[in-house]
């Protein structure tokens, strides 16, 4: 389920089983440390029992050991009445569904937790929250959220958006020099650094190859025998198929990149090779490869991706015969809209290749041609 940040709030106070993913610094910690923290105080919760962990920083760090998160958390509970758990990147802490599924079963508490890596997604999760857990996944601002902060002339503030991303933080810095700083130490340290921590990736400098390779190849259909010739080709050693399949999945469980397969319409069946990967936030990529490879249409079209998943469709690649369609999103019905994505629809060549794609579709379904965003 995904769910625009500006309403997760409202979901935290409807339920009790709350899972939280996304990119770091996309805006989970402040959606539960703070605005949830501040309704539940102004709702006359007691402050000591609210248990607040934000493991991602140093002064929790011994409590990325699960047996003394336990003994901690056994440590606050001092009545009966029911406490809040807010824990932040639980990712962090080995082992911490069987805690997590203890203190639920056996104490009264409210569990909310957030978690930048896609194991929050997995089997064992839904196993603790029975099922009935509600996914809220924060992606960085919205075009419509950006501008509601920045404002002046829409053109300058797309141009804005395109360059440096919608990160919280980001947005609110004064300047370009310090947009730029800030991108490049969570790009370079708060997310890379921690996935080569986290995944312990021996070979450094091909992770980091692969994630330009990303960078560079956004809109274009990548595989990992490609990336591995690219990267071959660009002087890296000791790269093979299966340590960039490896690779890939450690930067599409992160949130940096999103993974989009290609669906054979004719076929009705998932291709197995070439995918496309978006980025989550257009500053990111923008400083992992130092403002290089700056064009508007790839940017657009990623934008456009990342929109359609946090208004919740499922998107694809489109395969039409031998044309390609930019997106399938399927929304919670199972309707198909097709999308194609173009910087400018005002050459005829350029309108009609674009509308070729869809030349032969009989299912009746939406189709949307999305252009001339220059004007």
């Not at 996309?26 to 609210?50: C, P, T, W």
């Not at 929050?120 to 959220?145: A, Y």
């Not at 469980?253 to 054979?264: G, H, I, M, S, W």
Request: proline letters at 2%; aromatic letters at 12%.
């Amino acid at each position: 389920m995904n769910i625009p940040l500006e309403i997760g709030i409202t979901i935290l106070l409807l339920t009790d089983d709350i899972y939280t993913t996304g990119v770091r610094r996309s805006g989970k910690s402040i959606l539960l440390n703070e605005l949830f923290y501040r309704y539940l105080i102004d709702d006359g919760v007691q402050s000591d029992h609210i248990i607040k962990i934000a493991f991602d920083m140093k002064k929790w760090e011994n409590l990325r050991e699960s047996d003394e998160l336990y003994s901690y958390l056994l440590g606050k509970f001092a009545d009966d009445e029911k406490y809040y758990l807010l824990l932040d990147e639980i990712q962090m802490v080995d082992g911490f569904e069987e805690i997590l599924n203890e203190i639920r079963s056996e104490y009264n508490t409210d569990i909310y937790v957030t978690g930048s890596n896609s194991k929050l997604l997995s089997s064992d999760i839904n196993t603790i929250f029975r099922g009935r857990g509600i996914e809220i996944k924060c992606f960085p601002l919205s075009f419509q959220e950006f501008y509601s902060f920045r404002k002046g002339d829409k053109r300058e503030a797309l141009d804005e958006y395109i360059l440096f991303g919608s990160l919280p933080y980001t947005v609110t810095e004064p300047d370009a020099p310090a947009k730029r700083d800030y991108l490049e130490m969570v790009a370079n340290t708060v997310i890379t650094k921690d996935m080569i921590d986290r995944y312990d990736i021996r070979n450094e400098e091909v992770f980091r190859g692969v994630i330009l390779v990303l960078c560079s190849s956004i809109g274009s259909a990548v595989s990992p025998n490609k990336i591995a010739n690219t990267l071959k080709s660009n002087g890296y050693k000791s790269v093979d198929n299966e340590t960039v399949s490896r690779y890939l999945k450690h930067i599409a469980d992160a949130f940096l990149f999103y993974k989009v397969e290609r669906y054979d319409l004719k076929g009705r069946a998932y291709l197995k090779t070439q995918n496309k990967y978006y980025t989550c936030d257009m500053g990111l990529r923008n400083a992992l490869i130092q403002y290089r490879q700056l064009e508007v249409s790839r940017a657009i079209e990623n934008i456009v991706y990342v929109e359609l998943a946090r208004r919740g469709y499922i998107v694809d690649i489109g395969k039409n015969r031998n044309e390609e369609i930019d997106f399938v999103a399927r929304d919670a019905e199972g309707r198909k809209n097709y999308i194609q994505v173009t910087y400018s629809l005002e050459n005829p060549s350029v309108k009609e290749r674009e509308l070729s794609s869809f030349r032969g579709l009989d299912d009746g379904v939406l189709v949307i041609p999305i252009g001339c965003l220059k004007d």
